[in-house]
């Protein structure tokens, strides 16, 4: 087994231990009381004596969660293509995007709640608006910037507009969804636990509302870090889909 390939999880595995371990001692050596800073050991007893609540509660999270990246990931990719091939309306489209993004989630959250009521589509909808930007920026991005000569090329053969959009745009714009990806697999996470707070009746974000109410703080970090090891594994798994659909890149680094 080759031990190099491992080395980035053992480094950040060592790293997550030695916080853990200094927080443990901190709130020993300090006596913190149980509902200012429970101790990671509280945490995770916590998580072991109610194994079936959080694994109910994450799974309508993660449902939530991904069902909004993936509308908003679709909307993005699918409204960079048009202000690509049809550019005379990117200022005016852009302009009410931008206008959408600067609106403060914790507003829309409540009247969307409020119209559409206490099921999942509307944390899946606040969960698309908060991922749509990020995509629509990037993939935006990738599908304008190609370089002169490659333009010449695909000219030179006549190709239509649409073949240049098929067999250059795209490929090209791949690594900057990527990009967006990255940015946007965290966020929706947080878009659905946000949703949540605003009114559900099942979920992490459901559970974390009711134990900071009740100041049962180890109930709230345990759904915490539940939500930060699903974050970190979607980010790996977005990492591992990356290397393998843009192949070339990866070849490229080892010549």
């Known amino acids: ?12 595995g060592g790293i997550v231990l030695i916080f853990l371990t200094a927080w443990e001692s901190t709130v020993h050596l300090l ?16 998580l072991f004596d109610h194994p079936l609540l959080y694994l ?5 999270t993660l449902g939530e969660a991904l069902a909004g990246l993936l509308l908003g990931v679709l909307a993005g990719t699918i409204l960079a293509a048009l202000l690509t091939l049809f550019p005379g309306i ?9 206008l959408i ?7 829309i959250a409540p009247l969307l709640t409020l119209w559409l009521g206490f099921g999942v589509l509307p944390k899946i909808l606040i969960t698309a608006l908060l991922t749509f930007f990020p995509v629509l920026v990037n993939v935006l991005s990738g599908f304008q ?3 002169r000569p490659l333009m010449d090329l695909f000219h030179s053969y006549h190709a239509s507009r649409w073949e240049i959009f098929r067999y250059l745009r795209i490929p090209l714009a791949l690594p900057y969804l990527f990009a967006a990806l990255k940015i946007s697999t965290p966020l ?6 946000v949703a949540e707070w605003s009114g559900a009746s099942n979920g992490l ?10 100041l049962n703080l180890p109930f709230m970090f345990a759904a915490t870090f539940i939500l930060a090891a699903a974050g970190m594994l979607l980010y790996q798994l977005v990492l591992w889909t990356e290397q393998r659909v843009i192949f070339w890149q990866t070849l490229s680094s080892e010549d």
């Open 1 to 12: 087994m080759n031990l190099s390939i491992h080395r980035p999880a053992v480094i950040a």
């Open 31 to 46: 006596k913190f009381p149980v509902y200012l800073l429970p101790a990671p050991s509280r945490v995770f007893r916590t």
């Open 56 to 60: 109910e509660a994450s799974a309508y």
């Open 90 to 98: 990117e200022d005016g489209v852009m302009t009410l995007a931008i």
């Open 101 to 107: 993004k600067s609106t403060p989630l914790v507003a």
């Open 145 to 147: 910037r190609i370089d």
């Open 188 to 193: 929706a996470l947080i878009g659905a636990v």
């Open 205 to 214: 974000g459901h559970m974390m509302w009711l134990a900071y109410s009740n």
